[in-house]
């Protein structure tokens, strides 16, 4: 491992190995401006670039670092951002002298994590959200359909997936509101659709990819060369509305049971920064896919996840640890399969795994898992239970990667749903 001057615990998710990237402010500089993290130290690296400390780096534009996005970052490519990544790293090593010895300079770019808001850390043009693990399109499947059926013929084909609204996803620790819409029809209401608030809030454990690299339209990704086109991943929490989503959901999908806001970590870890916990991701041979989507083996990585709900004025519980290798389809095919059609994508923009869900009870991604559709309440550590989200609950969601004493972790994605507002 590498050894920094600045203090990183052992259990940080932000060692010298890590250096993720997002958009912060201050209260001393209201400005939005790019940043890292390392350990509890939020470093400003648009002062550092300033100062010439990335001139070094070839291709490299200062201007790229003063945005109040990283989408101009991102786009200067993975030669020159991952050059300034090691830089970072140098920069912060124990034996370097260049900002360590420079005590002006690192009082005005170094600052308490405490005390930086963390932003929304890229324009997101599109964003799509995938359903790409067999145990929860599973466990949906047998809860709503057939369960001798439960996967629908195209599900092992290839990676399903929706276009999703990019304006409504927040970063973490912005509160969402209890939405509104039509449910199903019962006997209460004479057999007409329902009003109102949603009974039925829920969480999806995802985690999201932002593209790093724009084609054409037209153009293609193919599965080998998919992750020349990723930046990096966040956590990601894909609201939903359950009981809205069941009446809506036919014949086109996600509406307004999804729209009503996603929740993003705001810190952007590189693939790079993965690479040490590459990994097999679930056997794909009953049935085989098409070529296409025939890419390594390796081609997940794994990544602990994490969510906990707490009530309002109540000690939290975590009700999942699950993790990414789990899903059936990887980035790179999904990415491939979204591009076979010649559809474009750009810089910024953001797709979504689909909710995480392992083989375990207590690995499963939503609460229509957990509690089963309602039917197996979710006991707190306040002596309360869940079967559904509740008005001032929060809920957290965590990843990091661990071994053999190296850690890379993204932080977490917090989200307090508040009372629908009123009509």
């Not at 659709?193 to 990704?221: H, K, N, W, Y």
């Not at 509740?390 to 990843?399: E, F, G, K, Q, Y």
């Amino acid at each position: 491992m590498q050894r920094s001057w600045l203090p990183i615990s052992s259990d940080s998710d932000f060692s010298l190995e890590n250096i993720p990237f997002g958009i912060f402010r201050s209260a001393a500089d209201p400005s939005p401006r790019t940043a890292t993290r390392i350990g509890d130290t939020v470093v400003d690296l648009a002062r550092l670039a300033e100062q010439g400390l990335f001139d070094s780096v070839p291709g490299f534009d200062r201007s790229a670092l003063s945005g109040p996005v990283l989408n101009a970052f991102i786009a200067l490519g993975k030669s020159v951002t991952g050059a300034v990544r090691r830089r970072i790293q140098e920069l912060f090593r124990e034996e370097c002298p260049d900002l360590r010895d420079a005590a002006d300079l690192r009082g005005r770019a170094c600052l308490p994590a405490d005390r930086a808001e963390m932003l929304l850390p890229i324009e997101i043009g599109d964003y799509t959200d995938f359903y790409s693990s067999r145990e929860h399109a599973t466990n949906v499947g047998t809860m709503f359909r057939d369960p001798a059926n439960a996967l629908l013929p195209n599900w092992l084909h290839l990676p399903v997936g929706y276009h999703g609204r990019a304006s409504s996803i927040v970063v973490s620790g912005t509160p969402l509101h209890r939405p509104y819409g039509q449910t199903e029809p019962t006997p209460e209401t004479n057999g007409r659709p329902g009003f109102g608030p949603s009974r039925q809030v829920d969480f999806e454990l995802e985690m999201a990819f932002v593209i790093g690299r724009s084609t054409e339209l037209g153009g293609r990704i193919s599965v080998d060369r998919a992750e020349e086109h990723i930046f990096g991943m966040m956590v990601f929490n894909d609201w939903s509305a359950r009981d809205l989503q069941k009446w809506e959901y036919v014949p086109l999908g996600p509406f307004l049971a999804k729209n009503f806001g996603s929740s993003v970590s705001p810190w952007i870890v590189t693939l790079e920064a993965l690479e040490p916990f590459r990994t097999e991701g679930p056997r794909q041979a009953d049935p085989e896919p098409l070529p296409y989507l025939q890419g390594p083996a390796k081609s997940t990585f794994d990544i602990a996840l994490e969510v906990d709900i707490r009530p309002e004025n109540a000690p939290a519980t975590t009700v999942c640890r699950s993790n990414f290798r789990y899903l059936y389809w990887s980035m790179a095919q999904q990415l491939a399969h979204h591009t076979i059609n010649g559809c474009n994508v750009r810089v910024g923009d953001l797709m979504a795994s689909g909710t995480i869900s392992g083989p375990t009870a207590d690995s499963y991604g939503s609460m229509l898992e957990l509690a089963w559709k309602g039917t197996r309440p979710v006991p707190m550590a306040d002596g309360t239970e869940r079967r559904f989200i509740l008005d001032r609950d929060t809920v957290t969601m965590r990843a990091f990667a661990q071994k053999d004493g190296l850690r890379v972790g993204f932080g977490e994605v917090t989200c307090q749903i508040l009372p629908a507002l009123p009509q």
